[in-house]
């Protein structure tokens, strides 16, 4: 595979335009970036009477992007079938049952360009001579090996009492290895990241869907499917010299999603407040929530779903049909930094308790004649819920706290020291998609079309339940691996279409 890519720039002047991109200078950046896999395959297929199945490939790929001693990885599958309802003739009630299992590897290699140092010459010079450096803040390295990924699946499909009753249940078990990762090294080497093999992620777990067609009188029938699916996730290794790989990072915000060697893919980590042995908050002298520095960043919940389901429904009667889907996932955890903003900044609802009498305080204060604030008891304010140290910090002794403080100064330090108060539950149920379908009757068709509907589609129509305040809990804070974050993100979009399907 070669790919060469071309700057396209077009550049228009417009006297009475004020924007940034009404310039004269244009500095165009050219690329000719290369990669190439050669591939061979083959594949067989077997079957016997209609009743026995067995399916096998073989791939080896050569790849530009690795060494030579590595560039090269052959991986199989191999998949077999047996449909037994052929021979159990005499049960009427099974209309189809078949097992399945199956075993495959999969090879993978990396992007061009990262296995030895890049060099780059400068647009300037010294004393006449062109100046370079090695390009980049990551060190490659040089015996990459291709990632390898192992699995297997065992399933099976039975289908009673004329396929009104179905069920397909399957069984999976995924182990990927020697993953290219660019993982953090100090910077005193020299470079901030390192691209290794690294790391072994297992996913098992189970995908189980129920049909059924309950009801079926003249021209009305009504179908339902419900299905679930149950992953398991886990970092059974990661590197002898790294236990913690960032996914994605919060700096400002004080979190980060992260991989732990023996720990789950996806883990939300950051400080936690401190608590006493019955876990209540422990407060300071000002009356703020206090974070437990000497533990550092703990766990504080996981971005990755426990498991997912869904519900449809169809109903059809002559020409007409409707379809429902609703959508159920659950056991997530979101770290919501819009409601960490929120609260910081005023706008959070729950802001507004304690300022009325804050202010009465102050009024009292200035009444008073009194100009110095270390001389002030505040009568008035917000009171955090929690504890507070009347002891020393060797020997607490814990009461229940009473200090009033200023609410823009309580919810205004809590979003950049601990995340622990703006992690939700992310879990929720969906409307997800409503159709509603109508089929042309064919004499309408004339001799072009065999075949004819119209139908409109709703999307994304009804948040049913959320855990989450204010904002989407499928909402994300990038494409890649930041599931558990969410920062400013947009109301999520109802949308409505129309679909004309015709068959020639």
Not at 190 to 206: H, P, Q, S, T
Not at 343 to 368: C, I, K, P, V
């Amino acid at each position: 595979m070669r790919r060469l890519f071309l700057p396209l720039v077009t550049v228009s002047f417009w006297n009475d335009v004020e924007t940034i991109q009404n310039f004269l200078n244009v500095n165009n950046e050219y690329s000719n970036i290369r990669k190439q896999i050669n591939s061979v395959f083959g594949s067989v297929q077997l079957g016997y009477k209609d009743t026995y199945f067995v399916d096998a490939t073989l791939r080896n790929d050569w790849s530009s992007a690795l060494a030579e001693d590595y560039n090269s990885y052959l991986y199989p599958s191999v998949s077999g079938s047996f449909v037994f309802s052929n021979l159990l003739e005499s049960a009427n009630f099974l209309s189809f049952g078949k097992l399945r299992a199956s075993y495959a590897e999969v090879g993978g290699d990396t992007g061009p360009y990262r296995l030895s140092q890049n060099y780059g010459v400068k647009d300037f010079s010294l004393l006449g001579k062109p100046l370079g450096e090695i390009s980049g803040a990551t060190l490659n390295k040089r015996d990459l090996k291709p990632t390898r990924t192992y699995s297997y699946k065992l399933g099976t499909d039975i289908r009673l009492f004329e396929d009104r009753l179905r069920l397909d249940v399957a069984y999976y078990h995924q182990l990927t290895r020697n993953q290219i990762l660019s993982l953090n090294i100090p910077s005193t080497s020299g470079y901030d990241m390192a691209v290794i093999n690294a790391g072994e992620i297992l996913n098992e777990g189970f995908e189980v869907q129920l049909g059924a067609t309950p009801v079926t009188l003249g021209d009305f029938s009504w179908d339902v499917t419900v299905n679930f699916a149950r992953n398991i996730n886990s970092v059974p290794k990661l590197h002898e010299e790294v236990d913690t790989y960032i996914l994605a990072n919060a700096r400002w915000a004080g979190a980060a999603i992260v991989v732990k060697e023996g720990g789950k893919y996806g883990d939300i980590v950051g400080k936690k407040w401190l608590r006493d042995d019955e876990g209540k908050i422990v407060h300071n002298a000002a009356g703020l929530p206090m974070t437990d520095d000497a533990a550092g960043q703990q766990i504080l919940g996981n971005g990755q779903y426990d498991f997912t389901a869904g519900l449809i429904n169809s109903f059809s009667y002559k020409g007409f049909s409707l379809r429902a889907l609703i959508d159920w996932k659950s056991g997530a955890d979101l770290y919501s930094m819009s409601s960490g903003i929120g609260h910081a900044q005023g706008t959070a609802e729950a802001t507004l308790e304690g300022r009325d009498a804050w202010y009465d305080s102050e009024e009292a204060r200035l009444a008073a004649g009194i100009e110095n604030i270390a001389d002030w008891t505040p009568t008035g304010g917000y009171i955090g819920e929690g504890v507070k140290n009347i002891g020393t910090a060797d020997a607490p002794e814990y009461v229940t706290n009473d200090i009033p403080t200023n609410p823009q100064n309580y919810w205004g330090s809590l979003y950049t020291r601990s995340p622990e108060f703006f992690i939700y539950d992310a879990s929720y149920v969906k409307l997800r998609e409503l159709v509603f379908s109508y089929n042309l009757p064919k004499k309408f068709l004339g001799n072009i079309f065999t075949g004819a509907s119209v139908s409109f589609v709703g999307r994304n129509l009804w948040l049913i339940y959320s855990n989450v305040p204010n904002v989407d809990p499928e909402s994300g804070y990038n494409n890649g691996n930041g599931q558990g974050f969410e920062y400013g993100s947009i109301p999520s979009r109802r949308s409505y279409g129309f679909n004309l399907n015709l068959k020639f």
